[in-house]
């Protein structure tokens, strides 16, 4: 049976409200089951260990950039180098992904907003129907962190795929796709600020300029995109 597992992860919030953070973002990491990436795994957490960092303990990219909690104490070139480090290991993997940004100014209530975001995540799957449907089962992780996300998605799959589709509550330690998925929603949302000129000071003290930043990480990351 082939199975096509789902990791799926966000950033932002459903606030509409005028001060709140205008976007949301949601990354769909899509791996064929059938395709191990146990040895890539096992190398990374060998990388990780012999660094002195914890292969257990799941790397969150966007406190790493901040230097926020667990992060704090560690040097701006140790948070480079577990962010290199995370970078390389994503590149390795035999992975294909989509990154949803929806800017909630583009909206007038949180309703017609939630139908937007259904609308575009649908019309994404039905134009790779043929490559869901290659697939005998389809599992989702996600930790559940919004409640919208998860009630959309599972309308939205089990609408298409039932009963071939699966939901399973997984946090990032339990998943190594799900910190991959984590990373790449982040670099897909700093991409969007910094195109839109509205990158953050810790974002600009990380990465130092943009074009350093799409050179040495989104570009390369983007090959991996379902376009």
Same mark, same amino acid.
């Given at each position: 049976?082939?199975?096509?597992?789902?990791? &799926?992860?966000? $950033?932002?919030?459903?606030?509409?409200?005028?001060?709140?953070?205008?976007?949301?973002?949601? #990354?769909? !990491?899509?791996?064929?089951?059938?395709?191990?990436?146990?040895?890539?795994?096992?190398?990374?957490?060998?990388?990780? #260990?012999?660094?002195?960092?914890?292969?257990?303990?799941? &790397?969150?990219?966007?406190?790493?950039?901040?230097?926020?909690?667990?992060?704090?104490?560690?040097? =701006?070139?140790?948070?480079?180098?577990?962010?290199?480090? #995370? *970078? *390389?290991?994503?590149?390795?993997?035999?992975?294909?992904?989509?990154?949803? &940004?929806?800017?909630?100014?583009?909206?007038?209530?949180?309703?017609?907003?939630?139908?937007?975001?259904?609308?575009?995540?649908?019309?994404? &799957?039905?134009?790779?129907?043929?490559?869901?449907? *290659?697939?005998?089962?389809?599992?989702?992780?996600?930790?559940?962190?919004?409640?919208?996300?998860?009630?959309?998605?599972?309308?939205?799959?089990?609408?298409?795929?039932?009963?071939?589709?699966?939901?399973? !509550?997984?946090?990032?330690?339990?998943?190594? +796709?799900?910190?991959?998925?984590?990373?790449?929603?982040?670099?897909?949302?700093? =991409?969007?600020?910094?195109? +839109?000129?509205?990158?953050?000071?810790?974002?600009? $003290?990380?990465?130092?300029?943009?074009?350093?930043? !799409?050179?040495?990480?989104?570009?390369?990351?983007?090959?991996?995109?379902? $376009?």
């Amino acid at each position: 049976m082939s199975i096509l597992s789902i990791m &799926i992860d966000e $950033a932002g919030n459903f606030d509409m409200g005028k001060y709140s953070n205008p976007f949301y973002c949601i #990354t769909l !990491v899509f791996h064929n089951q059938a395709e191990s990436i146990k040895s890539t795994i096992e190398d990374f957490d060998n990388l990780l #260990t012999t660094r002195g960092y914890d292969s257990k303990r799941a &790397i969150h990219t966007s406190p790493l950039i901040r230097k926020e909690y667990p992060y704090q104490e560690m040097e =701006k070139y140790e948070r480079k180098a577990l962010f290199r480090m #995370t *970078s *390389s290991f994503v590149l390795r993997l035999p992975i294909r992904y989509k990154t949803f &940004i929806f800017n909630k100014e583009e909206t007038d209530t949180y309703k017609t907003f939630l139908i937007k975001m259904a609308t575009e995540i649908y019309s994404f &799957i039905r134009d790779h129907l043929g490559f869901f449907q *290659s697939f005998d089962r389809i599992e989702w992780f996600y930790d559940k962190g919004q409640r919208e996300v998860s009630n959309l998605l599972r309308s939205t799959f089990e609408e298409m795929f039932y009963p071939y589709v699966e939901m399973r !509550v997984s946090q990032q330690n339990d998943y190594k +796709l799900l910190q991959v998925a984590d990373f790449l929603c982040t670099v897909e949302y700093t =991409k969007r600020k910094w195109d +839109l000129g509205i990158e953050t000071k810790s974002e600009r $003290a990380f990465f130092e300029s943009r074009r350093y930043f !799409v050179q040495n990480y989104y570009n390369k990351v983007k090959k991996l995109q379902l $376009a």
